[in-house]
């Protein structure tokens, strides 16, 4: 009878180690159960197996009726202690969790944003296009702000030179494609957004189907070719645009939305310079800050744009120089006859 205790035993505890369901091990020790009752119906009164399995099924009788009443008391007070735990609603779309009402509260105490702008925000959909310098502070300051979803799409992967600018990356994701390396740190700086990383050009067979998937654009890319293209999308979408765009001391950024009467991208650059009259930052340079500077407005008029609050700059150029700490705003017009948005 020891002997058959103990394999049970084996069977219920050495089973649970290796990962065995309890279903399955319930299973194996009712058909060991029922055996050993067979054994003692079948078999004379001297049998030896009867003899070494206790010589009666009573035993194993009085056992069975033991675990069952342990069984039925467990699972009465199962019962007993769901009834007494209240249950939890599950969470509206669109409502705030208590961390993030604790995370997003000086947003909620501004008279501009409140707490209908910090839902809105939550429920906005933004495309940041580029994770190098000017999508970098962008993307983490909209993770920050609690924008709810955010796409970035960018081809590139990180490199020892993006460092001195690209601050959302760390020395640790050399090599990792940009989309995940941002992803990974947007995540871990706010978990309560959602990050779709595209690691990919934007061409064209694509841009319009994304652009349109999205309230809003920022675009921080660095060549004439991506800018054209994510404009043409935004434009027929008719989804605002927040460009940006970078120079050794120098940055301009505006908001492109000829749904709304400001003018696209193309009003205002309608062919790309010739080749050196605009050289990248890795031809010409460009101050590590500078790029936070710029990148940082264009997340706060996307900010802006999401929640209605003040004014953004829709009709307006700004361009900062950051060698001498100064700013103007300039005022831009829709140009008749533009082949993108027609003026």
């Given at each position: 009878?020891?002997?058959?205790?103990?394999?049970?035993?084996?069977?219920?505890?050495?089973?649970?180690?290796?990962?065995?369901?309890?279903?399955?091990?319930?299973?194996?020790?009712?058909?060991?159960?029922?055996?050993?009752?067979?054994?003692?119906?079948?078999?004379?009164?001297?049998?030896?197996?009867?003899?070494?399995?206790?010589?009666?099924?009573?035993?194993?009788?009085?056992?069975?009726?033991?675990?069952?009443?342990?069984?039925?008391?467990?699972?009465?007070?199962?019962?007993?202690?769901?009834?007494?735990?209240?249950?939890?609603?599950?969470?509206?779309?669109?409502?705030?969790?208590?961390?993030?009402?604790?995370?997003?509260?000086?947003?909620?105490?501004?008279?501009?944003?409140?707490?209908?702008?910090?839902?809105?925000?939550?429920?906005?959909?933004?495309?940041?296009?580029?994770?190098?310098?000017?999508?970098?502070?962008?993307?983490?300051?909209?993770?920050?702000?609690?924008?709810?979803?955010?796409?970035?799409?960018?081809?590139?992967?990180?490199?020892?030179?993006?460092?001195?600018?690209?601050?959302?990356h760390k020395d640790a994701a050399i090599g990792m494609p940009k989309v995940f390396s941002a992803q990974a740190e947007m995540l871990a700086q706010n978990p309560h957004v959602t990050v779709r990383p595209y690691h990919r050009r934007l061409t064209d067979d694509?841009?319009?189907?994304?652009?349109?998937?999205?309230?809003?654009?920022?675009?921080?890319?660095?060549?004439?070719?991506?800018?054209?293209?994510?404009?043409?999308?935004?434009?027929?979408?008719?989804?605002?645009?927040?460009?940006?765009?970078?120079?050794?001391?120098?940055?301009?950024?505006?908001?492109?939305?000829?749904?709304?009467?400001?003018?696209?991208?193309?009003?205002?650059?309608?062919?790309?310079?010739?080749?050196?009259?605009?050289?990248?930052?890795?031809?010409?340079?460009?101050?590590?800050?500078?790029?936070?500077?710029?990148?940082?407005?264009?997340?706060?008029?996307?900010?802006?744009?999401?929640?209605?609050?003040?004014?953004?700059?829709?009709?307006?150029?700004?361009?900062?120089?950051?060698?001498?700490?100064?700013?103007?705003?300039?005022?831009?017009?829709?140009?008749?006859?533009?082949?993108?948005?027609?003026?």
């Open positions: 009878m020891a002997a058959v205790l103990i394999i049970a035993a084996a069977i219920w505890f050495g089973g649970g180690l290796l990962g065995m369901p309890r279903g399955l091990r319930a299973g194996l020790l009712a058909v060991m159960f029922v055996a050993l009752l067979a054994l003692h119906l079948v078999f004379p009164a001297d049998h030896p197996l009867r003899l070494a399995t206790g010589g009666s099924a009573a035993p194993w009788l009085l056992l069975a009726g033991f675990a069952a009443l342990v069984a039925l008391y467990r699972s009465g007070l199962s019962t007993l202690r769901a009834r007494a735990t209240p249950e939890t609603e599950p969470q509206a779309p669109g409502r705030f969790s208590d961390s993030e009402l604790n995370r997003y509260a000086r947003h909620i105490v501004l008279r501009e944003v409140g707490g209908a702008g910090q839902k809105a925000l939550k429920n906005a959909k933004v495309l940041v296009v580029g994770a190098g310098g000017l999508g970098a502070p962008a993307l983490q300051y909209l993770a920050a702000a609690g924008v709810g979803t955010i796409g970035v799409i960018d081809d590139d992967a990180v490199e020892n030179a993006n460092l001195q600018r690209q601050v959302i694509i841009a319009a189907d994304l652009v349109a998937d999205y309230d809003l654009v920022l675009d921080g890319t660095d060549n004439f070719d991506t800018r054209y293209r994510v404009n043409a999308a935004c434009v027929a979408a008719g989804v605002p645009l927040i460009s940006g765009a970078l120079s050794q001391w120098e940055g301009q950024l505006s908001v492109f939305d000829p749904a709304r009467g400001a003018p696209c991208y193309r009003c205002i650059f309608p062919e790309a310079p010739a080749a050196g009259l605009a050289p990248s930052c890795a031809e010409a340079g460009v101050i590590g800050p500078l790029p936070g500077v710029i990148g940082t407005m264009m997340a706060l008029e996307a900010v802006k744009l999401i929640t209605g609050a003040g004014s953004v700059l829709r009709g307006q150029m700004m361009i900062y120089d950051g060698l001498y700490g100064e700013s103007r705003q300039i005022a831009i017009a829709r140009r008749k006859g533009c082949e993108t948005c027609g003026g």
